[in-house]
DNA sequence: ACCTGAACACCGTTCAAGT
DNA sequence: ACCTGAACACCGTTCAAGT
């Protein structure tokens, strides 16, 4: 069953492109391979897609729309805002677990020169919907001033995907959890 | 001319294809493009070595040495071991200022799933040599308790690459900086 | 030894032709 | 409408043949 539940052609090539990348990035990304994994043949993505670099800028579109929906969800779980804070990591830490992936974003942000101007900007809106949710939980959890909560959040943001981007090159997830802890246990994160 | 200074063709080939790898990564690096940086054919390069593999072994075990040998130098500048952690951030913001460059390392940490394994290796050691580095830092400078060292040192080097990752994914080097300026807020870094 | 033209395999893309 | 084989121009890589 090449397309269970409904979902559409254009759906499941997001979906499955969206694995690719996050495997092997926009360069590692090509259209045969990834047409066969959806079932069709690589011209067939061209009805769908007028070109690789807009079904780029639709992935990283769905990947930052994906990310808000998943930091809502967890916003909505946890006790207080310091809980959420804490349970921030998990979202990166998921990627490794599916298979050593990593983030799309930051995958791309390695590969800045070689991105369509349209994925640049997509790929962007994913650290600010990450940046925007850690320095609201930051106020609300009165961790720092209303006027740090910005920086100390990009911090955070760019510390997580630094440990998820080592741990990745040693294929070791819980060099990760120990680089997370490190992190609180140094005061970039709260403990 | 082509070979000032007496640099061997593998020389050259190495630090013309360590450029463009920390542009463009592993797969972004091109054996017809690198060959017509240093004056030659594409072909020709198989002359010096034996594969694309060869190569970027070579490439990212001369990146790590020239790193070694730079962070002795480092230390060999500084009064205290503090003021040498203190500037230790400095050696990833070259990259950047080198046309947004980025660490070599940590590019291709992120292509881990397309690496061969000799390559792997070299970059590994980069990261080994950065932590060693940092972890002596630490202690002699009493910033942590000895056994606390390493695993802060890796916390720091993961923290630094993520945050020259997100800078140069904006293409922006005062980002980075409002980054380490963060992490030294917090504690992750020596004020 | 060092270099190269030419071949090979591959990739993004297009298009005429099918259903 | 959706899909496809075949072709195009291109590029990374390899190899047989040059000097």
């Not at 959420?84 to 800045?112: G, Q, W």
Request: proline share 4%; glycine share 6%.
């Amino acid at each position: 069953m090449k397309n269970p539940a409904g979902a559409s052609s254009s759906d499941r090539l997001v979906a499955a492109a969206t694995k690719i990348v996050q495997a092997h990035g926009y360069g590692g990304l090509n259209m045969r391979d990834l047409a066969q994994d959806v079932g069709m043949k690589g011209a067939s993505i061209y009805h769908h897609f007028p070109s690789k670099a807009d079904l780029a800028a639709a992935v990283a579109r769905r990947y930052w729309q994906d990310s808000a929906e998943a930091l809502q969800a967890l916003s909505a779980t946890c006790d207080n805002p310091l809980d959420c804070l804490r349970r921030y990591p998990e979202t990166f830490r998921k990627s490794l677990e599916s298979d050593n992936r990593m983030c799309l974003s930051s995958f791309m942000a390695a590969e800045y020169d070689d991105l369509p101007e349209a994925v640049k900007k997509e790929v962007q809106a994913f650290a600010d919907v990450n940046v925007d949710w850690l320095a609201q939980g930051l106020s609300a959890a009165r961790i720092v001033p209303a006027n740090e909560a910005e920086g100390r959040a990009r911090a955070i943001y760019a510390a997580v995907a630094g440990a998820q981007l080592m741990a990745r090159g040693r294929a070791d997830i819980a060099l990760f959890d120990a680089l997370i802890a490190s992190y609180r246990s140094a005061g970039l994160l709260p403990a």
